[in-house]
């Protein structure tokens, strides 16, 4: 029976990864995956993350099962850095949160858990949006639709568009949102756009959901979660998908979590025994080493002080290589002005390339780049900045 299964197609951006690892060409850059590189190209993993480590490894108390919404201790840290440990939310309670393997994870119990209690429900996508959010709704059985974000006239955000159809959305629908390094344009609202957005949202008695993934990359750790705060008002709802694959380096291990925003603390219950509903019959129990070590490092003062040091590196390093790529490209006589790429945030970049233009660099140069044109900048370094420039300026011609 199996011979008549037909092989599926690469994933847009994972299957470029692939297509990269199989390249022998020793001056191939990959620029697709969203994974943070230093200066030398390195995917690094950070001091303080090692320290956690160590520590957890002398203090391991065993490896039994945690509960279905995972360590206790690690939610209450997950909301206090998203929300604030002193926001209304946080303090009175009202916050149901299960653990999860990754921001995917939590993006997916968000999808079942809409599909069995928001059967009628459909899920509103920015357009454009990260490659995976309709893979991971279609297969939850999730109805969408796509609302317009993306001015390409303007390489900004198309605020007019996106309240028109904000405004035209039936009630009880749930809008996704980035809560910020808009993936995968880069473009986030300013606060006062946020305030806008959550206005109109709050008018049509829809459902915000945040994809929150690059808390730390636009501006700081506060400055990032100031969007999402903005739906977090007394009463309100929300879904919030955080992930630490990023801001932690954490890739591979897989933390993140979902979080409910309930209209009160009496229907946190309810909710959460939904939650673990969806989360029993998928995967029963969440991994327990990152948000371990997520835990740790925001639970003492001097780790937390330590990553966020280190997140700020991270983020000065991608904004830094956002001004030296609008250079390079500039000193190469790229047509166009390229200066909108300063006002972008978080590792990827809208560059407006077209998608003949995307294959020429990956065939006459080695550069991989998603199709849409999108450029994770964190993939850029000094050393190939120039020649990255160089290869647009000869496939535009």
């Not at 490894?57 to 360590?71: F, M, N, Q, R, T």
């Amino acid at each position: 029976m199996f011979e008549t299964i037909e092989e599926a197609p690469r994933d847009a951006i994972l299957g470029l990864t692939a297509a990269f690892r199989e390249d022998d060409r020793p001056e191939k850059i990959n620029l697709s995956v969203g994974v943070y590189q230093d200066e030398t190209g390195k995917t690094p993993i950070l001091d303080c993350v090692r320290t956690a480590e160590r520590r957890l490894a002398d203090e391991a108390a065993g490896k039994s099962y945690l509960p279905i919404s995972g360590d206790v201790q690690y939610g209450e840290m997950v909301r206090q850095l998203a929300f604030g440990a002193e926001h209304e939310a946080v303090e009175s309670c009202r916050i149901a949160l299960a653990q999860t393997p990754g921001g995917t994870g939590a993006l997916r119990v968000a999808g079942d858990f809409m599909k069995a209690n928001l059967p009628k429900a459909t899920l509103w996508l920015s357009g454009p949006t990260w490659p995976n959010h309709p893979n991971i709704f279609e297969a939850a059985g999730v109805p969408m639709q796509t609302y317009p974000y993306f001015d390409q006239g303007s390489n900004g955000l198309d605020l007019e568009a996106t309240l028109d159809a904000i405004g035209k959305m039936p009630k009880g629908d749930v809008i996704l949102l980035h809560g910020c390094c808009h993936n995968p344009t880069g473009i986030d609202p300013t606060l006062e756009q946020w305030q806008k957005i959550a206005d109109a949202v709050d008018s049509r008695k829809l459902i915000p959901l945040l994809d929150f993934a690059y808390q730390g990359f636009a501006d700081g750790i506060d400055q990032d979660a100031a969007g999402l705060r903005v739906f977090a008002k007394p009463g309100a709802e929300l879904l919030v998908c955080s992930s630490f694959s990023k801001n932690f380096g954490l890739y591979r291990e897989r933390v993140g979590a979902l979080s409910i925003v309930c209209p009160s603390p009496d229907s946190v219950a309810a909710v959460q025994s939904q939650m673990n509903r969806v989360i029993r019959a998928n995967y029963s129990n969440p991994p327990a080493h990152g948000a371990a070590i997520v835990n740790c490092i925001l639970r003492d003062s001097e780790l937390r002080a330590n990553w966020e040091k280190e997140v700020a590196t991270m983020r000065d390093r991608i904004n830094g290589m956002r001004q030296q790529f609008v250079d390079a490209l500039d000193e190469q006589g790229v047509p166009g002005d390229y200066s909108f790429m300063t006002e972008q945030r978080g590792m990827f970049s809208f560059s407006g390339l077209t998608k003949a233009q995307v294959d020429a660099l990956r065939e006459q140069h080695a550069i991989y780049i998603v199709g849409s044109g999108r450029i994770n900048v964190a993939g850029l370094t000094p050393s190939n900045v120039g020649h990255v420039a160089e290869a647009i300026r000869m496939v535009i011609g």
